[in-house]
């Protein structure tokens, strides 16, 4: 999640050209900014929680001062027609073809085989490896993990490409200081109090990619996220929000790496009636029910 003025989360940023964030602070190639959303004292009750923009719940990627998300995970939507619309494009895709839009429908391969800590990378050099790349990535910068500096460094240094990460990496300190991590609820390492569960978590419904040509990529996510604090006496209760994160690709050192990245709201489906979990259930199902890797 990253941080930013206000309490909130979630605000439309741009996206660079060339390795990074920023029109001051990262080389001239795009500017993010980020909105903490204000939250009103609710605590967790059986009520359905309102969609007002007070309850707006996303922690963005920000370039010139901060990178991340809220996030959740969920399951990828199935569409008809059975369509890859990727084509399985390798190296020889045309330069500048616009891909087709196309149901993000399981193609019955492999994302991929190997971990670099803890996150997936070795990517298929297509489309399809292109938008599995994309989608992890938004996994793993969507997790509690960038609330700390040892693990949040490893994060960046792992999905960006090495001239991106070099830029973000003393910015995003700064971002994630001991007074914004206070307004959290969180200590200054990133770890909750004692007894509560601190959440944030980024679930991808469904990935398109947006322009391919061989050596590069824009492939866009459309995710739910879940941010917050369960636990006794908690005022941050966990909520939801739906966003869609675009990542600029490129293949780098046999792998798929950002350059930059922007986020926007929505789209967002209209709320049902579901009842609101107690705080215990809330940090229950999250040590119980861990994360996926994903695939086009």
Do not use: C
Request: glycine residues 16%; proline residues 5%.
């Amino acid at each position: 999640m990253s941080p930013g003025g206000e309490r909130g989360y979630g605000d439309a940023s741009s996206r660079g050209d060339e390795g990074g964030y920023g029109d001051g602070g990262y080389g001239g190639t795009g500017q993010t900014r980020t909105r903490l959303p204000d939250r009103p004292g609710d605590v967790y009750g059986g009520a359905r929680r309102g969609r007002g923009g007070s309850s707006r719940s996303t922690v963005t990627v920000v370039a010139v001062v901060v990178l991340l998300i809220a996030a959740i995970a969920f399951a990828n939507r199935g569409g008809g027609g059975g369509g890859d619309g990727s084509g399985s494009a390798s190296n020889g895709s045309r330069s500048g073809d616009r891909a087709k839009s196309a149901p993000t429908t399981a193609t019955g391969k492999r994302p991929v085989d190997t971990k670099t800590s803890g996150i997936p990378t070795g990517y298929a050099h297509d489309q399809q490896g292109a938008q599995s790349a994309a989608t992890n990535y938004a996994v793993a910068m969507g997790g509690t993990g960038m609330f700390n500096a040892d693990t949040r460094h490893v994060i960046v240094d792992t999905v960006y490409t090495e001239a991106a990460a070099g830029k973000l990496r003393n910015a995003m300190d700064d971002a994630y200081s001991p007074s914004f991590l206070d307004r959290l609820g969180l200590k200054p390492d990133g770890s909750p109090p004692e007894g509560s569960t601190f959440v944030s978590r980024t679930v991808p419904v469904g990935s398109k990619v947006k322009e391919y040509d061989n050596d590069s990529a824009t492939v866009a996510v459309w995710y739910m996220g879940l941010i917050g604090m369960a636990g006794p006496g908690s005022t941050d209760p966990v909520t939801t929000s739906w966003s869609t994160w675009t990542f600029d690709l490129r293949w780098t050192d046999g792998d798929w790496k950002i350059v930059s990245d922007s986020q926007k709201d929505g789209p967002t489906p209209v709320p049902g009636d579901d009842k609101a979990a107690a705080s215990d259930e809330i940090s229950k199902a999250v040590e119980e029910y861990g994360g996926f890797t994903y695939a086009r």
